[in-house]
């Protein structure tokens, strides 16, 4: 089965450095599952028990407001990681809900599965800080750009991060993320039009 | 002069689990150094070279967009770490600023600081995977509230956060914080008093 898994096999031996042995070392600490587009991996109020790695699809992390409307924290195409880490570190019950906006191939990291591959390997010691310093970046250069920036630079920003998605997900998925209307989404995405940018 | 330094003696043994030998150990890796209100640790284009303990006092780390406007990440009061994680982790040009709101004693942890600690003392490894977690869930929270809360709700968030914040900085200081106007914080300050909250 997991000879399938050609990402997250290059995912650790290429980027993360891990040993061919190593890895198979790491096998009984995951597993795989398909999901078909609506499933839902996590709900609100549930604790989140793995990591996962997108082998093939993609996923989304959201919060749904008292009005019931989706907020949407991080997507994950191939090769991402995605957790509700709060939940999975601190065993509290989880504030967001997981799920698959495409079919979706998924590699389930047990949630020994870190300190046991660290134990095994120290390239994957390793490459973990550099997850969790990476995840660190990422959200404090979000935060910045929530109370700093405009919205086309905000946009602009959501295009270099996830290059391929304006074309695999609704607009109004997009303004979600980048926490404005899809009127002003819009507005922004005329904007560029017009200077020429797509 | 390490006498001097309860918090951070305090936070180590007691938070941290360290032990007192383990603690003495730790001496070569830190400096202290005494500020004034106004001063500048980090600006923008430096590398980072230090995580910061603020012993006492308060500290800041902000963004400056092009229109000059200053917009607040975090707040370092009394027992909290600082630093520009993406600075020191990638040795990358800082972003963001870093400045001193009252005067304040400060703990410089060297870049070795966290690999020499944590090879020293295996529960101080142990806390600072906590503290990157910890990181990880604030921020995650903080983008919540953003793309998703009211600036009431923010607001709430902010106080429950830094107790003690509101009577020590502007109120200016805490709506760049909220990402909001100060004409937004007047408003919803003024709510919470006529529902008799403070």
């Not at 009984?28 to 699809?57: A, M, R, T, W």
Request: a neutral charge; glycine letters at 4%.
């Amino acid at each position: 089965m997991n000879d399938r898994l050609d990402n997250f096999h290059k995912y650790l031996t290429q980027k993360a450095g891990v040993k061919e042995e190593d890895y198979n070392a790491f096998l009984p600490y995951f597993s795989v599952k398909n999901y078909q587009k609506g499933d839902i991996i996590l709900s609100k109020g549930s604790i989140c028990n793995h990591i996962f790695f997108v082998e093939k699809g993609l996923l989304r992390l959201f919060s749904i407001d008292q009005n019931g409307t989706e907020h949407i924290i991080q997507f994950a195409p191939e090769n991402w990681l995605l957790s509700e880490r709060e939940s999975l570190y601190f065993g509290t019950p989880s504030d967001f809900h997981i799920d698959v906006l495409e079919e979706s191939i998924v590699v389930m990291l047990m949630q020994d599965f870190i300190p046991k591959a660290s134990s095994i390997s120290p390239e994957f010691r390793n490459h973990n800080e550099f997850i969790l310093q990476n995840h660190i970046r990422q959200l404090q250069q979000r935060v910045n750009l929530l109370i700093s920036a405009s919205a086309e630079a905000r946009y602009l920003h959501f295009i270099k991060m996830y290059p391929d998605l304006t074309l695999r997900i609704p607009q109004w998925m997009i303004a979600s993320y980048l926490g404005i209307t899809p009127e002003s989404l819009s507005r922004v995405r005329k904007g560029l039009a017009e200077k020429n940018f797509k």
